[in-house]
Nanobody, 120 residues
Framework: QVQLVESGGGLVQAGGSLRLSCAAS????????MGWHRQAPGKQRELVAT???????NTAESVKGRFTISRDNAKNTAYLQMNSLKPEDTAVYYC??????????????WGQGTQVTVSS
């Protein structure tokens, strides 16, 4: 069984920074793409950033220049560095990872989410 555990959320003032972590554990042969998503109250979940196994990244326009996704393959961990936070960044942030546990057995796993609240 594979688990993704997010950490690093919390309450921060506008203009501040937070660093989220997403650690994968369990039976892991290979981690392919990883990503961060967020869902604000009353809104649909939206993609924030993705990173491929080779390190190529994509970032949503709404956070470009402020948020940076990275990963440490040796630690099976992805990160989301969030700078210049705004109240509209308030949301539950979720990590997902496309993980191969056995040859031919690939599945998209999700974490439980971590709350980020930005006060004005």
């Amino acid at each position: 069984q594979v688990q993704l555990v997010e950490s690093g959320g919390g309450l921060v003032q506008a203009g501040g920074s937070l660093r989220l972590s997403c650690a994968a554990s369990g039976r892991i042969l290979r981690i392919n793409g990883m990503g961060w998503h967020r869902q604000a109250p009353g809104k649909q979940r939206e993609l924030v950033a993705t990173i491929s196994s080779g390190g190529s990244t994509n970032t949503a326009e709404s956070v470009k220049g402020r948020f940076t996704i990275s990963r440490d393959n040796a630690k099976n961990t992805a990160y989301l560095q969030m700078n210049s936070l705004k109240p509209e960044d308030t949301a539950v942030y979720y990590c997902n990872a496309d993980i191969t546990s056995w040859p031919g057995d690939e599945y998209d796993y999700w974490g439980q989410g971590t709350q980020v609240t930005v006060s004005s």
